[in-house]
């Protein structure tokens, strides 16, 4: 059986193969851990909507866009995948409109994270300014700006291809994958360039908010107040570091392939779909632990949701 890419934001196109019973056994891993973890935000993203003291926070909004943004890549992501090994090639408009899915979504998790890590930075930094910076709508400004960013790194690639593509190739049969379908090479330089903005851009906000916020806790500690909040805080700071290495390890994706050839070539195909599910599936399973579990006001009304009691 032809065995899908793993192309870590999409796919990537492989030629070797895959035993059936190996393939079965793939499939089923990451259909089940996407339900899994689809399950799981889709109970967040309920709970957000019945109870008021969630969705008026500007802090979760910021969460549910990014558990929302989360499904939506997963379930693009896993249709290829298994589009990959049942079809292995098909139309070109089709692999285009789901591809370019999928990078809006994988760009936009580090900007949101960027934009949570700020709203922590000024809640705990600057707590009698926190009410008058982050308010509703300038949290639904913010989420508008991630995704009109993430379109200014997409969309040129979209309008080169209807450029210099001819219009045969929109009704031909490909394999899918991002490299097959942006192969131009302006597309190809471009995205090396936003991605290093992006890791720069994005990193030193983590790096500058989590700073400021372990300064404020050490000061509130010497000051024998009470720095729990500002704890919590730095350690959901970390979080988001730790959620973030993960998700720009996509970025990396062409030099890490063939590091795994050079390492284990004789299990290259299993090394590659170890890494599939470490870089695209962990960092969606990151985002309930953030706020879902560790976050008392949401843990409380969650618990009812997950185990659909009532």
């Known amino acids: 059986m032809n065995s899908p890419s793993y192309s870590y934001n999409v796919s990537s196109s492989l030629t070797y193969k895959d035993a059936s019973s ?15 973890i689809n399950y799981i935000n889709g109970t967040l993203i309920h709970t957000f909507r019945k109870h008021q003291i969630l969705y008026v926070n500007p802090r979760y909004i910021l969460f549910i866009h990014l558990v929302l943004n989360d499904i939506i890549q997963l379930t ?40 949570m890590a700020v709203e922590c ?13 982050c308010t509703i709508k300038r949290t639904y400004i913010l989420i508008g700006w991630i995704w009109a960013m993430s379109a200014a ?14 219009s045969e190739f929109f009704y031909s049969i490909i394999f899918c994958e991002r490299d097959n379908l942006f192969h131009h090479p302006i597309s190809i330089n471009k995205r090396d360039v936003s991605y290093m903005i992006y890791l720069i851009g994005v990193w030193l906000t983590l790096f500058y908010t989590y700073f400021k916020i ?47 050839f050079y390492w284990f070539p004789k299990y290259y195909a299993h090394a590659l779909f170890a890494s599939y599910i470490i870089i ?5 399973f990151v985002s309930p632990i953030v706020y879902g579990l560790r976050d008392k006001t949401f843990r409380q009304h969650l618990k009812k949701y997950l185990l659909c009691s009532v």
């Not at 919590?232 to 063939?258: D, E, S, W």
């Not at 695209?280 to 969606?284: E, Y």
């Open 153 to 166: 790194s997409t969309l040129p690639d979209v309008f080169i291809i209807l450029a210099t593509e001819p």
């Open 76 to 115: 693009t992501t896993i249709s290829l995948f298994i589009f990959g090994y049942a079809f292995y090639r098909f139309n070109a408009s089709f692999c285009c409109l789901i591809i370019t899915l999928a990078v809006f979504t994988t760009l936009n998790t580090p900007l949101n994270l960027a934009v």
């Open 280 to 284: 695209q599936m962990l960092p969606r």
């Open 214 to 260: 372990f300064f404020a806790a050490k000061a509130a500690k010497e000051a024998k107040s009470s720095g729990g909040d500002a704890k919590k805080a730095r350690n959901t700071i970390l979080l988001h570091g730790f959620q973030l290495i993960l998700c720009m390890l996509t970025y990396v994706a062409p030099p890490l392939k063939k590091a795994l």
């Open 22 to 36: 190996a393939a079965v056994v793939k499939n089923v891993i990451v259909v089940a851990l996407g339900l899994t």
């Open 121 to 133: 930075y000024i809640a705990i930094c600057l707590p009698l300014r926190h009410a008058e910076l």
